[in-house]
């Protein structure tokens, strides 16, 4: 096999118990790199249309990129992907950081993919290329934390790592998570429901191997390299490894585009309160980084005393701030750092959580959930408590938290105001509003998940100035930054590494970087068509799905209602004028790729 990858595929089947080790075709990495790109090849391959996002015939696959524990900076992620998500009934996707990615390299394979389903709870163990199906009996129901703990004593190996589902997942919650290290997770689309479905807690990883490097020296050149423009750029130098991700709290708020009670402005005046120097004046008790990491944004806090203390807690991060926090008219940090603590240990998306929190919040408020339905829990704007509350009550589907269980989109439709939920293609809307960020918008309408942010982060050219500063109220132009922009992340997701090293390293470093570690002939424009590929196999997939330009849309109040106040007061998102150009630059008729552009990029 090719420098970068270990060249094997574990093939998992629930259903029968076996193991089996598949060849990766060289080929196939050629096109479509690793991560993300072969999880949704190997989905392609075995695509089955109507399946239950629930049911044994979903699968789902665990995979890293030939950058992957190499030293390309940021070298420690791995990207999941499930043939259906729960939550939106769509292909799921999810990224991850930490160690987990690396450690399943080192430990003998490049993905791991799960079928079927097990009559009784198992847990996945790989140590240096032995792979077992082990009894989860006593561990199922424990929490991420006590799971992880758990598992590293019975495998015998205090180092592993532990990707496991806690209580939400095990009770099919279609927002419950896959968490590692306890505070890394893989958090969106559900696919910690589809692990419990299948009845699997967790898989460990532990190995002494290496990623071979076809270019050492190159490599050892590019990698210098990269760290120095790393460490010279104001965002990945000094402001994420100071403030962590909620340094952009206070940036947000400012121009206007910080969330607020479910998306009815885009500004919360108490902002400051719970920003990302806030954080660090009163709550940092030290940082931490994923494996192969030079910036370091992690955060460790503590909630010293009161109603909602905390010992140890990492994060919260700037969406779980903003999901917790503003979106529920929420000042109190501590409980925002409580739920964010509950959402890891309970294994709960962050995100998704927090948005169908504040969207439950307005219904209550508009009067459309009933007195009966709360069972005495004051489910309004600003109440932390009740926040707090509503997070373990969803991971153990208690009360109104079974209907919290299902995401806002359900359960806005439930009660009879599916307006209300903030989310596109049914997944929860991240931290930015769109009417005062124009391209952030397109990219919410498009991104082939659904609400996602991290899809084509139009953020750092129309906020933070990255690579050049774009005005963000302005529609020119957005298409096409939005497509590269999108297709630059597939990139970077099927790579194994972390989409923050971009703030700093453009397209060249990464094919450098690339090339050094296979030793392939590669060029910008080759490596941009793998991301083009992966993005347009994915929309294939959608469109399998019945996903068509009439759910490349945005929520209504976003392209109806002008923001009430703050900086970007009266505006809306215009996405109209940028869609039409988006589909023509893709080649997309009706939000569906042409026969030509499929039969261009190889997937006809």
């Given at each position: 096999?090719?420098?970068?990858?270990?060249?094997?595929?574990?093939?998992?089947?629930?259903?029968?118990?076996?193991?089996?080790?598949?060849?990766?075709?060289?080929?196939?990495?050629r096109?479509?790199?690793g991560g993300k790109g072969?999880?949704?090849?190997?989905i392609?391959?075995?695509f089955?249309?109507?399946?239950?996002?629930?049911g044994?015939?979903?699968?789902i696959?665990?995979?890293t990129?030939?950058a992957?524990?190499?030293s390309f900076?940021?070298?420690?992620?791995?990207?999941v992907?499930?043939?259906?998500?729960p939550?939106t009934?769509l292909v799921g996707?999810?990224?991850s950081g930490?160690?987990?990615?690396?450690?399943?390299k080192?430990?003998?394979y490049?993905a791991v993919t799960?079928?079927?389903?097990s009559n009784?709870?198992v847990?996945l163990?790989?140590?240096n290329?032995?792979?077992e199906l082990k009894?989860a009996?006593?561990?199922w129901?424990?929490?991420?934390f006590a799971?992880t703990?758990k598992?590293l004593?019975?495998?015998?190996?205090?180092?592993?790592?532990?990707?496991?589902?806690g209580?939400?997942g095990?009770?099919?919650?279609a927002?419950?998570?896959?968490?590692?290290?306890?505070?890394?997770?893989?958090?969106r689309?559900g696919?910690?429901?589809?692990?419990?479905?299948?009845?699997?807690?967790a898989?460990?990883v532990?190995?002494?191997?290496?990623?071979?490097?076809?270019?050492?020296?190159?490599?050892?050149?590019r990698?210098?390299e990269?760290?120095?423009?790393?460490?010279e750029?104001?965002v990945?130098?000094q402001?994420?490894?100071?403030?962590?991700?909620?340094?952009l709290?206070?940036?947000?708020?400012?121009?206007g585009g910080?969330?607020a009670?479910?998306?009815?402005?885009g500004y919360?005046p108490e902002?400051?309160?719970?920003s990302?120097?806030?954080l660090?004046?009163?709550?940092?008790?030290?940082?931490?980084a994923?494996?192969?990491?030079?910036?370091g944004c992690?955060?460790v806090?503590?909630v010293?005393?009161?109603?909602?203390s905390?010992?140890?807690?990492?994060?919260?991060?700037?969406?779980?701030?903003?999901?917790f926090?503003?979106?529920?008219g929420?000042?109190?940090?501590?409980?925002?750092i409580?739920?964010?603590?509950?959402s890891?240990e309970l294994?709960l998306?962050t995100?998704?959580m927090?948005?169908?929190?504040?969207?439950?919040m307005?219904?209550?408020e508009?009067?459309?959930i009933p007195?009966?339905?709360?069972?005495?829990?004051?489910l309004?704007?600003?109440n932390?408590?009740?926040m707090?509350e509503?997070v373990?009550k969803?991971?153990?589907?208690?009360?109104i938290?079974?209907d919290l269980?299902?995401?806002?989109?359900?359960?806005?439709e439930?009660?009879?105001?599916?307006d209300?939920s903030?989310?596109?293609?049914?997944l929860?809307?991240?931290a930015?509003?769109?009417?005062?960020?124009?391209g952030?918008?397109?990219?919410?309408?498009?991104a082939n998940?659904g609400g996602?942010?991290v899809?084509?982060?139009?953020?750092?050219?129309e906020?933070?100035?990255?690579p050049e500063?774009l005005d963000?109220?302005?529609?020119?132009?957005?298409?096409?930054w939005?497509?590269t922009?999108?297709?630059?992340?597939?990139?970077?997701?099927s790579?194994?590494v972390?989409l923050?090293?971009?703030f700093?390293l453009?397209?060249p470093d990464y094919t450098?970087l690339?090339?050094?570690?296979?030793?392939?002939?590669?060029?910008d424009?080759?490596v941009?068509?793998?991301g083009?590929r992966?993005?347009?196999i994915?929309r294939?997939?959608n469109?399998?799905y019945?996903?068509?330009?009439?759910?490349d849309t945005?929520?209504?109040r976003l392209l109806?209602?002008?923001?009430p106040t703050?900086p970007?007061k009266g505006?809306?998102s215009n996405?109209?004028e940028?869609l039409p150009e988006?589909y023509?630059?893709?080649?997309?008729v009706?939000?569906k790729?042409?026969e030509?552009?499929?039969?261009?990029l190889?997937?006809?």
């Amino acid at each position: 096999m090719t420098n970068g990858y270990i060249g094997k595929i574990l093939e998992v089947d629930l259903n029968s118990g076996k193991l089996n080790e598949i060849p990766i075709d060289e080929n196939t990495v050629r096109k479509f790199l690793g991560g993300k790109g072969l999880g949704l090849k190997i989905i392609n391959d075995d695509f089955k249309p109507d399946i239950d996002p629930l049911g044994p015939d979903n699968v789902i696959v665990f995979a890293t990129g030939p950058a992957t524990g190499t030293s390309f900076p940021t070298g420690g992620r791995y990207h999941v992907i499930t043939k259906r998500s729960p939550l939106t009934g769509l292909v799921g996707s999810a990224n991850s950081g930490g160690k987990w990615g690396p450690y399943l390299k080192f430990a003998g394979y490049d993905a791991v993919t799960i079928k079927g389903a097990s009559n009784t709870p198992v847990y996945l163990s790989i140590v240096n290329g032995k792979a077992e199906l082990k009894d989860a009996t006593d561990i199922w129901g424990m929490t991420t934390f006590a799971t992880t703990d758990k598992i590293l004593e019975e495998i015998g190996q205090p180092k592993a790592s532990v990707a496991c589902i806690g209580p939400a997942g095990e009770n099919l919650v279609a927002m419950a998570c896959i968490i590692n290290e306890k505070n890394r997770a893989a958090g969106r689309c559900g696919a910690g429901a589809v692990m419990g479905s299948k009845k699997l807690k967790a898989i460990a990883v532990y190995g002494t191997g290496k990623v071979s490097i076809a270019r050492p020296d190159e490599m050892k050149e590019r990698v210098k390299e990269a760290i120095g423009k790393i460490k010279e750029n104001p965002v990945t130098g000094q402001a994420l490894p100071t403030y962590g991700t909620a340094v952009l709290v206070n940036v947000i708020n400012e121009h206007g585009g910080f969330p607020a009670r479910n998306f009815q402005t885009g500004y919360f005046p108490e902002a400051d309160k719970q920003s990302g120097e806030t954080l660090v004046n009163k709550y940092l008790t030290g940082k931490a980084a994923c494996w192969g990491c030079p910036i370091g944004c992690g955060r460790v806090s503590k909630v010293p005393d009161g109603p909602f203390s905390i010992s140890k807690s990492e994060g919260p991060e700037y969406e779980s701030i903003f999901a917790f926090g503003s979106d529920c008219g929420v000042v109190d940090l501590d409980a925002v750092i409580k739920a964010n603590y509950l959402s890891n240990e309970l294994g709960l998306d962050t995100i998704s959580m927090g948005t169908t929190i504040a969207c439950a919040m307005e219904l209550v408020e508009m009067g459309n959930i009933p007195e009966s339905e709360l069972y005495g829990l004051d489910l309004r704007f600003g109440n932390a408590g009740a926040m707090v509350e509503a997070v373990w009550k969803t991971a153990y589907r208690a009360g109104i938290g079974a209907d919290l269980s299902l995401g806002s989109k359900k359960l806005a439709e439930k009660y009879g105001a599916p307006d209300i939920s903030m989310s596109v293609k049914g997944l929860e809307l991240p931290a930015y509003d769109p009417r005062s960020i124009q391209g952030i918008g397109l990219n919410y309408a498009t991104a082939n998940r659904g609400g996602c942010h991290v899809s084509g982060y139009m953020i750092s050219p129309e906020i933070l100035g990255l690579p050049e500063k774009l005005d963000p109220f302005v529609t020119k132009d957005k298409a096409q930054w939005t497509i590269t922009f999108q297709d630059f992340t597939s990139v970077v997701n099927s790579s194994g590494v972390c989409l923050f090293n971009t703030f700093a390293l453009g397209l060249p470093d990464y094919t450098g970087l690339l090339a050094s570690i296979t030793g392939w002939d590669l060029d910008d424009g080759e490596v941009l068509t793998i991301g083009e590929r992966v993005t347009n196999i994915e929309r294939l997939l959608n469109n399998r799905y019945g996903v068509d330009e009439k759910q490349d849309t945005l929520p209504k109040r976003l392209l109806e209602e002008p923001i009430p106040t703050g900086p970007a007061k009266g505006n809306i998102s215009n996405l109209s004028e940028m869609l039409p150009e988006y589909y023509e630059l893709r080649s997309w008729v009706n939000g569906k790729p042409t026969e030509e552009k499929l039969k261009e990029l190889g997937l006809s």
